[in-house]
Nanobody, 128 residues
Framework: QVILAESGGGLVQAGGSLRLSCAASGRPFGSHDLAWYRQAPGKEREFVAA????????LYQDYVKDSFTISRDNGKKMMYLQLNNVTTDDTSVYYC?????????????????????WGQGTQITVSS
């Protein structure tokens, strides 16, 4: 069993910055890849970014790769998402996710609600 808990969301003005955190507990943290997803009101959940178990390989959705940075600290059992120059399009609930196996993330794959482990989400609202 893995428990993920996001934090760091809130209200931010367009053009501002925010850092999300994902704290993990349960199995050894450094053994699996991690990812961020987001879901805007009325839209499907979508992939944002992923990072491999060592923290040296990252994957970004095309429209966030120049403004978001994913990172992890295996010693602290934490994953982060730095959001810079946010726009109103970034308003969403942001979720962290990890697999229960060694499956790799891709830009087009969104796990079901029961596949792997999801956090409860943290809301980011960007005001214009």
């Amino acid at each position: 069993q893995v428990i993920l808990a996001e934090s760091g969301g809130g209200l931010v003005q367009a053009g501002g910055s925010l850092r999300l955190s994902c704290a993990a507990s349960g199995r050894p943290f450094g053994s699996h890849d991690l990812a961020w997803y987001r879901q805007a009101p009325g839209k499907e959940r979508e992939f944002v970014a992923a990072i491999n178990w060592k923290g040296v390989i990252t994957l970004y959705q095309d429209y966030v790769k120049d403004s978001f940075t994913i990172s992890r600290d295996n010693g602290k059992k934490m994953m982060y998402l730095q959001l810079n120059n946010v726009t109103t399009d970034d308003t969403s609930v942001y979720y962290c996710h990890t697999m229960h196996n060694r499956m790799k993330y891709s830009r087009t794959y969104v796990p079901t609600r029961t596949y792997g482990y999801w956090g409860q989400g943290t809301q980011i609202t960007v005001s214009s």
